[in-house]
């Protein structure tokens, strides 16, 4: 007796099908999975067995082979219970019936519940475009499936429950599609609540307008911290496509909430500085997403960022310069997306004074260059926006006057994102940061004043392509918030200062 069933393997965030073929044929009792599965894989047989009995269904005492295919394709976790079940159902005529447009992804417990499992959104979106018209999936796994269209998603609580679906019983029901809430920012922590600091709060103005990296650096208690922790209030708001690909990642990590099952708020990851670089970067036997992947379409804030293991550091390069991370192992290599706002803070100094106006540095000159040493020039050079944040002044402090809500200035920022969505529509350009460099003379328009005073900035600073291209970008965004289509000089000027501080701190040019 023969049986095939559909479900969905998961290698990374690459969702690829998988047949679950199953063979039931008299012999020596035997129950074998063949198809290279992994050791959990394996012991779905434990738990199968156990699920059956618990549903009072008898095993077949009989030589029982399943084949996951295909077969040259490592299987691994334990998504594939529910399919192995049902095949094995299938080829003892349990369930008559075409099983062809079904799918199954769950895990089976041992009396027979059906558990959640991670990555059920990429293996749905799969399932939907191979052609599969419905997908049973673990109960609180049904929320995340159904924010695909074109499939209908039936969330199995047991065993019990399908069985009864198949055999003439009660139905289950097709979940209710989720709808996300029209808006996710979160205003718990206001820009209103920070006194002073314009420059500083200005440059994040700019940074989340066009998705451009950002560092701090300033002395203890200047602010650094609360600025970057109010930025996610500010950043414009996810466009449906960015919110698919962010829970895919959250989905596969086990991140997220089963209430809600589509990530809507930009993400907020702010790792401690002991962080590995597997932890940053993503690892592990079976690679798993890092940090970096995990704040994709959102913001990686680096508090104290001297304080990181600088070969960690060095692992940002690449991603912020290709927006992805690809890990390599011996039965696969990974890609996982990583198009992030890097925002980073740190003090000048180990004891945090050095270039304070008032209060004085213990600090020995070598010990502030081996401190500042730790950021390397081109992760530097990757930083759109070196932001000097000044100790606050006591008239700041004790001003009764109203700051600036983050309400408010999330309405500028808004409004200059439509703007770059509208540039760029038709291109897989998402914001200003992201412009390519064939794309950046046509997107970033110099009137003659700007035009002149770029050629001298760039003989008299020493500029890297690099930084001159990260300038255009910054001069494009400064342009936006203003309304303007033609970058001016004043724009230019703007960008330029927020080129300036590594020729303080770092003693060398951009």
């Not at 191979?130 to 109960?139: A, E």
């Not at 004085?360 to 260059?369: E, F, G, M, P």
């Not at 930083?383 to 000044?390: N, Q, T, Y």
């Not at 940061?433 to 064939?438: F, H, K, N, Y």
């Given at each position: 007796m023969f049986s095939k069933i559909n479900t969905m393997g998961l290698f990374g965030l690459n969702a690829f099908s998988v047949d679950v073929e199953t063979d039931i044929s008299i012999g020596q009792p035997a129950f074998e999975i063949v198809g290279l599965p992994d050791m959990v894989v394996r012991e779905s047989r434990e738990r199968i067995k156990s699920a059956m009995r618990a549903g009072g269904i008898k095993f077949p005492n009989a030589r029982v082979m399943i084949n996951l295919a295909p077969a040259d394709t490592k299987k691994s976790g334990s998504v594939h219970d529910l399919a192995i079940f049902m095949g094995i159902l299938t080829a003892m005529n349990c369930i008559s019936g075409n099983l062809d447009d079904c799918c199954f992804i769950g895990e089976v417990s041992l009396n027979g519940n059906v558990r959640h499992v991670n990555g059920v959104l990429p293996m749905t979106l799969m399932a939907m475009k191979?052609?599969?018209?419905?997908?049973?999936?673990?109960?609180d796994n049904a929320f995340e499936a159904s924010v695909v269209d074109g499939i209908h998603v039936y969330g199995v609580k047991s065993i019990i429950d399908l069985i009864a679906h198949f055999s003439g019983g009660d139905k289950i029901k097709v979940s209710e599609k989720y709808t996300a809430p029209e808006s996710a920012n979160i205003d718990t922590l206001d820009f209103s609540d920070i006194k002073g600091q314009h420059t500083a709060k200005l440059a994040l103005e700019i940074a989340a307008a066009g998705g451009h990296n950002a560092l701090l650096i300033g002395s203890p208690g200047s602010g650094k911290s609360m600025l970057s922790k109010r930025l996610p209030g500010i950043l414009p708001l996810?466009?449906?496509?960015?919110?698919?690909?962010?829970?895919?990642?959250?989905?596969?990590?086990?991140?997220?909430?089963?209430?809600t099952p589509l990530v809507t708020a930009r993400p907020f990851r702010a790792p401690h500085h002991t962080i590995s670089s597997a932890g940053l970067a993503g690892g592990g036997t079976i690679p798993h997403p890092g940090e970096i992947s995990l704040a994709h379409n959102g913001l990686l804030f680096l508090d104290e960022l001297a304080e990181f293991d600088r070969k960690t550091l060095e692992i940002l390069r690449q991603p912020l310069e290709e927006q992805k991370v690809t890990i390599s192992r011996a039965n696969g290599t990974i890609t996982y997306p990583s198009s992030i706002m890097l925002v980073a803070a740190m003090n000048?100094?180990?004891?945090?004074?050095?270039?304070?106006?008032?209060?004085?540095?213990?600090?020995?000159?070598?010990?502030?260059?081996n401190y500042l040493s730790k950021i390397s020039g081109p992760?530097?050079?990757?930083?759109?926006?070196?932001?000097?944040?000044?100790?606050?002044?006591?008239?700041?402090?004790s001003s009764a006057a109203r700051e600036e809500a983050t309400s408010e200035i999330r309405k500028r920022v808004q409004a200059a994102r439509e703007i770059q969505i509208e540039r760029f529509k038709g291109t897989d350009i998402s914001c200003n940061?992201?412009?390519?460099?064939?794309k950046l003379h046509e997107f970033c328009p110099l009137d003659s004043d700007a035009n002149t005073f770029m050629s001298a900035v760039f003989d008299k600073m020493g500029l890297s392509a690099r930084a001159y291209d990260r300038i255009l970008k910054v001069s494009r965004t400064i342009a936006d918030l203003d309304?303007?289509?033609?970058?001016?000089?004043?724009?230019?000027?703007?960008?330029?200062?927020?080129?300036?501080?590594?020729?303080?701190?770092?003693?060398?040019?951009?």
């Open positions: 191979s052609g599969i018209k419905n997908i049973f999936v673990p109960f996810m466009t449906f496509e960015e919110s698919i690909e962010t829970t895919n990642i959250h989905s596969i990590s086990g991140l997220l909430d089963k209430d000048p100094c180990p004891c945090g004074f050095f270039g304070h106006p008032r209060k004085k540095c213990i600090c020995t000159q070598k010990q502030v260059s992760l530097l050079d990757r930083l759109d926006l070196h932001v000097e944040v000044a100790p606050v002044e006591f008239e700041h402090l940061a992201r412009i390519t460099p064939s309304g303007s289509d033609i970058i001016k000089k004043r724009h230019l000027s703007q960008a330029v200062q927020y080129r300036s501080l590594d020729r303080k701190y770092w003693n060398q040019g951009v």
